[in-house]
């Protein structure tokens, strides 16, 4: 899986082109933290954001899910989107460890897909905005 991204700063945004395969990722990690059955307020703990603000990160990041698609993200999204892609390990481990099985067979990816993701959301910002 491709997880290197570029993102551009415009006008207090960050345009970026995740592919579909990017997407599913993302969007696979706000859902599996949404449906774990945390309360509001542990989400928030999480990701810094409230459901309402999930959700409509998630409606934004739906699509057909087989094409490239460009995307203008605040520094806020971002950061919720960094928070799921850390945070949803996790809600995997258990008194036995990590269970990598388990974490593939419910999000369909490798945790380091996951851990892959995020670092280079961090790093396409940091290029985009050290002078």
Known sequence: MRTQIKVTE??????????????????????????????????AVQLNADPEEIALLTERLKGDHRTTR???????????????????????ISRGGFSEEGFHNRTSFFRENFDAMALSIVRAVDEATTP
């Not at 460009?70 to 995997?92: K, M, P, Q």
Request: proline residues 0%; negative net charge.
């Open 10 to 43: 415009v006008k207090g945004a960050f345009h970026t082109r995740f592919t579909s395969v990017q997407t599913d990722l993302m969007l696979e990690a706000l859902r599996t933290l949404q449906g774990w059955g945390y309360s509001d307020e542990a989400l």
């Open 70 to 92: 460009d995307f203008a993200l605040t520094a806020r999204e971002l950061h919720v989107i960094h928070s799921a892609l850390t945070a949803v390990a996790t809600t995997f």
